[in-house]
């Protein structure tokens, strides 16, 4: 892998690398990046998607390695990580050079209002403390209405030429440490954002790894995704009626209260065409907004209070002009030509809200990522049904490129043609685990066919007989929170294992409760699937309930289903069996975290056995040895848990 990535560094050639977990992949890509950043004087960005790799890379594997490298260079390679500005303390907000914010509902609550005045004045100590002025830093933590109050986005900040404070500026100490780095460690997020913005936020560089890289298109999505709320347009219009003419303002808060009015009484769903009502509320709240945006009008010479009000009004004003603009417009093509997908969002705890979402980030990231610098994407989940095929056209690239094994890799590859099209090549450097031998991949093909909500009582009872014979050691990955509570209070009441459920406590402090306590289940859903590295003992059976497709409701992945199948493609495969493959893989992945490592994956879905799809997604996953016969499994599970036992 090191190899290949030298290779595509020299040629300017994509390189998409599938490495199973235990292969040693951040030293495969960090040493060649580092080397070439020494020796070229350039930065080399590492994108990734979790806070927990960032922190690996940072605080483990970049140190030890620029320490070992010193001496081959000639000089210690420097590293650094950058964030959005959201994530950092503003010290002139800190300083009370902007007007206080009250959230609504503490108005009227004093205890949520003195929780939010004690967060705030531990925000102010922790000021004079910290050195990074790193959220993450911070523990333990605030809430994010608290953190809203000491913190600016991009586009609220005035910039370290107009700020009082810009010298001490904790997020322009991050950029400028940045900037002078060989290695910058970033997120998903931010480099989306980079490629998104005219404006670079990250320093000027020419690779990137990407790490993580299954998650990137949906990260880029994130990032694209443009949001409007009542209470959003109506705390604009508050900041505007402190920056101009209230009269002005007093426009857009109308237009917000007229947009409160016509979404509560609309339904979550995923909108084919415009409702009249709704497009004459976002024209109204479309020209409100830009009425005070003209009134705020551009940069002018002010004192630092009304500068820093204008700032703060001036950001969401425009945000929220834009969002209408997009929303108005995405109807504007009929609907096999359309670009974007808008949908009503209605969660729990939060107002309903309109969502705008490009139905496909390729030709962003073709255009703004693959078009301008050499890109190097590793997972241990990236050959889809043993193919990169699938993630390619999500990713821009052109398909037909098959996973090679290592040892046939090809060297020497020609520098990129200026015919226009995105070369790139696809490795799976394999794994070190035999997994033959370490693992072995149970479907429960007698059980019968179910719906989503609830779990059968046969698979209650199937859950059961499984987590009895491994003696607890059971990580459950459910496809709803609803399903892994029933779960976790069935086996309570049934066995004397214990069983800790995903929402009882901090996520990092049960997944260490469950590390430490062989005999212990730990039930979850959506991010259990991804972020649990237990190796041991402790983790010698992962369940999952049903196979992880999208919900048919979910309006990014219907919309995107449908624009598939109405060019002749598999909307199904191509979207709901993609997520669903990736899912599988990751959840899967769970099981062996070291090569002494041994288990079961347990799928209560008998689809995976008897549906039409059913070899792409065993394609995706590691080559276990496979059984359907719960006899079989029950022993094995019993004879390791003896032995762990024993040991």
């Not at 347009?233 to 409160?260: M, N, P, S, Y």
């Not at 050691?473 to 509570?485: C, D, N």
């Not at 260490?512 to 212990?520: I, W």
């Not at 289940?521 to 309930?545: E, H, R, Y």
Request: glycine residues 8%.
């Amino acid at each position: 892998m090191a190899e290949a990535v030298e290779q595509a560094i020299g040629s300017g050639e994509h390189l998409a690398v599938q490495a199973g977990t235990g292969t040693g992949k951040s030293l495969a890509y960090l040493v060649p990046a580092i080397r070439h950043a020494v020796v070229a004087g350039a930065t080399i960005v590492i994108s990734t998607s979790t806070i927990a790799l960032q922190s690996q890379l940072v605080d483990r594997d970049l140190p030890r390695l620029t320490a070992a490298l010193a001496g081959a260079l000639g000089r210690t390679p420097t590293f650094a990580i950058l964030k959005g500005r959201r994530n950092y303390l503003c010290l002139n907000r800190l300083h009370g050079n902007a007007p206080e914010e009250p959230d609504e509902s503490a108005l009227f609550d004093p205890f949520a209002a003195s929780a939010l005045e004690r967060q705030i004045k531990r925000l102010r100590e922790w000021s004079s403390e910290t050195e990074t002025g790193d959220r993450d830093d911070l523990v333990p933590g605030v809430s994010d209405q608290a953190w809203r109050q000491v913190s600016v986005t991009a586009k609220e900040c005035l910039g370290a030429h107009r700020c009082p404070v810009g010298t001490d500026c904790f997020a322009e100490h991050a950029r400028n440490e940045a900037g002078r780095a060989d290695i910058v460690v970033t997120n998903h997020a931010l480099l989306a954002i980079d490629a998104l913005d005219d404006r670079p936020v990250l320093p000027e560089h020419d690779v990137v790894m990407v790490d993580e890289a299954h998650d990137l298109v949906d990260r880029v999505t994130s990032a694209a995704t443009g949001e409007l709320a009542a209470n959003a347009v109506k705390l604009a219009a508050r900041r505007c009626g402190r920056a101009i003419d209230q009269e002005i303002a007093d426009r857009l808060d109308e237009a917000g209260d007229g947009l409160e009015l016509v979404l509560s009484e609309a339904h979550p769903q995923r909108l084919d065409e415009m409702p009249r009502d709704l497009a004459g509320t976002l024209s109204s709240v479309r020209d409100a907004a830009a009425a005070c945006v003209t009134a705020l009008g551009p940069e002018r010479r002010e004192d630092l209070e009304d500068s820093t009000a204008r700032k703060l009004a001036l950001a969401p004003t425009e945000e929220i002009h834009d969002t209408a603009v997009r929303l108005l417009e995405a109807f504007d093509e009929d609907e096999s030509n359309r670009r974007d997908v808008v949908w009503i969002a209605g969660e729990t705890n939060r107002p309903v809200t309109l969502k705008v979402a490009p139905l496909g980030v390729g030709g962003l990231l073709r255009e703004r990522l693959f078009g301008q610098r050499t890109t190097v994407l590793t997972s241990a989940t990236l050959a889809l049904g043993g193919s990169f095929d699938t993630l390619a056209r999500q990713w821009g690239l052109p398909p037909e490129q098959r996973a090679q094994p290592a040892a046939d890799m090809a060297v020497g590859k020609e520098p990129p043609s200026d015919t226009g099209e995105v070369k790139w090549s696809g490795l799976d450097v394999g794994s070190p685990f035999e997994y033959q031998r370490s693992g072995i991949l149970y479907v429960a093909r007698h059980l019968p066919p179910r719906g989503p909500g609830e779990l059968p009582p046969e698979y209650l009872d199937e859950l059961t007989e499984l987590v009895q014979a491994a003696g607890g050691r059971t990580l459950g990955l459910f496809s709803s929170m609803r399903a892994a509570r029933q779960a976790g209070e069935a086996l309570r009441e049934r066995l004397a294992t214990p069983v800790l459920c995903q929402g009882e406590d901090t996520t990092s402090l049960l997944v260490n409760r469950f590390a430490e306590d062989p005999g212990t289940c730990l039930f979850g859903t959506l991010s259990l699937w991804q972020g649990v590295d237990v190796p041991g003992a402790s983790l010698q059976l992962v369940v999952m309930d049903r196979i992880p497709f999208p919900r048919p409701d979910d309006p990014l992945a219907s919309a995107r289903q449908r624009a598939v199948s109405a060019h002749g493609g598999n909307g199904f495969i191509t979207v709901a069996g993609t997520h669903a493959a990736l899912l599988l893989a990751q959840g899967a992945g769970r099981l062996l975290r070291s090569t002494n490592d041994r288990g079961v994956i347990a799928v209560l879905d008998p689809r995976l056995a008897t549906a039409r799809y059913s070899s792409f997604l065993r394609a995706s996953l590691p080559p276990f040895w496979t059984t359907q016969d719960p006899d079989v499994v029950r022993g094995a599970l019993r004879r390791l848990d003896a032995a762990a036992q024993s040991d």
